[in-house]
Structures are given as structure tokens and as C-alpha cells.
């Protein structure tokens, strides 16, 4: 069974930065593409950025340019930069490890841009 766990949410104030961690354990951390995520309060949950297991990376619009996802496959860990946040980035950021049939979603970890 794989476990996905996110770390280092917090409080920010806009314009500052944070560094979301997830780690995997239980499968082959380097043939996964891992994504993150983010719900916002009475809104869906969007991509914010993936990672394929060749390093090719995607991301939203809202967080191009900001926003920076790289992967550690000695760590089994994938990390997501964030740049320049806004008060529209506060959410719950979710990561999640996609295998060839089946995904895993870690708890998820609030963060919130506020002055």
C-alpha cells in the first residue's frame, strides 16, 4: 500500500513563499507522476502542477511563472516552490501519486495567503 504525505503548509503573507513537501512510501516512487493539487473553500479541486516520471512537468496558468514542481526519486519525494503567492493561492494543497492503475492522495495541507 502506498502512502502519500504532504508537509510545510502554513500562513504567508502575499508576495512571500513556501515549500510544500510529499513523500511516497510503499511503491516505486520513480515510475509514479505525482501531481499537486488545491481546493479552495466551496470550489472544486484544480491541478496546480504535475511531474512524470521522465521529469517532464505541466501547471495551471494562474501559477505559471510562480509555481516550480521537482522530484527527489533518492527522497521518494516531490516538492512543490511557491513563489510570489497570492491571497487567491490559499487552499488545501493535495498531492497525489498516479501508478499505472490506481492513484493515491495523501491528507492534504492548508495553505493560507493573508496579510
Known amino acids: 500500500q502506498v502512502q502519500v504525505v504532504e508537509s510545510g503548509g502554513g500562513l504567508v503573507q502575499p508576495g512571500g513563499s513556501l515549500r510544500l513537501s510529499c513523500a511516497a512510501s510503499?511503491?516505486?516512487?520513480?515510475?509514479?507522476?505525482m501531481g499537486w493539487f488545491r481546493q479552495a473553500p466551496g470550489k472544486q479541486r484544480e491541478l496546480v502542477a504535475v511531474?512524470?516520471?521522465?521529469?517532464?512537468?505541466n501547471y495551471a496558468d494562474s501559477v505559471k511563472g510562480r509555481f516550480t514542481i521537482s522530484r527527489d526519486n533518492a527522497k521518494n519525494t516531490v516538492y512543490l516552490q511557491m513563489n510570489s503567492l497570492k491571497p487567491e493561492d490559499t487552499a488545501v494543497y493535495y498531492c497525489k501519486a498516479q501508478g499505472l492503475t490506481t492513484e493515491y492522495w495523501g491528507q492534504g495541507t492548508q495553505v493560507t495567503v493573508s496579510s
Open positions: 511531474i512524470n516520471s521522465g521529469g517532464s512537468t
Open positions: 510503499g511503491g516505486i516512487f520513480r515510475l509514479y507522476t
